[in-house]
């Protein structure tokens, strides 16, 4: 079954320091997501991004953030210059091939960011 | 309360018995969906049900919407051990873009 993967599956790294953070959806998916869950809080939204370009992006995807879809698989999430508070399980999601809004999202394993 | 927020916040049973959790929203929704996840794992969907249906059904799973209370369950029935971890509903809000809101989560304790 086609699922969605993240690496690394673990980031630890200083403040200050800008991370990477990559994904590869579904293989025929059009829709990807970032979202992130800060331990023992709620998963929350952080952009969304079609046909090469964000959607719709919440108040936590600052100037900070960034996405790329560099090619036809990979979907990155960079954060410039991390903080403490960007310490987070990330996970990235990805959803079908239509504009339908009923198709699930599907999400990776996520990666937990660590920032000292 | 927030949108998508689950009750109880924790729930131990017995194995053998049924599992019920809720979860309400405030908003209007296209679809609302239940995922689980495993201490410090990824999200896995389970079932997904959209506004203008009342009940569904994946094995042990059902799931019911009750949009004018909005209001949802699941409920797992003959609950195993394996089923023990975290269960949140996620709400896909109209004309938002097919962003998903979560809720806080149902910490579910299933004990052999």
């Known amino acids: 079954e086609p699922e969605v993967t993240q690496t690394p599956s673990h980031q630890v790294t200083q403040m200050g320091q800008e991370v990477i ?3 590869v959806p579904i293989s025929n998916h ?14 929350e939204f952080l952009v969304s991004f079609y046909n090469n370009e964000i959607s719709e992006k919440s108040e936590i995807f600052d100037d ?10 990979n979907f990155t999430l960079k954060i410039r210059s991390t903080k403490l508070e960007d310490s987070a399980m990330y996970f990235c999601a990805s959803r079908g091939t239509s504009a339908s ?6 999400f990776g394993p996520g990666t937990r960011l660590t920032v000292l | 309360s927030q949108q998508g927020e689950e009750d109880p916040q924790a729930l131990s049973i ?15 929704i296209n679809n609302l969906q239940w995922y689980r996840q495993n201490s410090g794992r990824g999200l896995v969907h389970l079932i997904l ?25 699941l409920l797992i029935t003959a609950s ?18 097919n962003m998903l ?3 806080g989560g149902t910490r579910l304790m299933v004990k052999p």
């Open chain 1, 30 to 43: 059009l829709y990807f997501y970032w979202y992130r869950q800060i331990l023992g809080q709620k998963v």
């Open chain 2, 14 to 28: 017995q194995e053998g018995e049924n599992a019920t959790m809720n979860c309400s929203y405030k908003t209007s």
């Open chain 2, 80 to 97: 195993r051990a394996a089923d023990t971890a975290s269960y949140f509903c996620a709400t896909e809000k109209s004309n938002a873009g």
């Open chain 2, 101 to 103: 809101t979560f809720g």
């Open chain 1, 101 to 106: 809004s009923t198709d699930t999202q599907y």
């Open chain 1, 64 to 73: 900070q953030f960034s996405v790329e879809r560099p090619d036809g698989s």
């Open chain 1, 21 to 23: 953070l990559r994904c």
């Open chain 2, 49 to 73: 049900i959209r506004s203008n249906e009342r009940e569904k059904h994946s094995g042990r799973l059902r799931v019911t919407l009750d949009t004018s209370k909005k209001s949802s369950s």
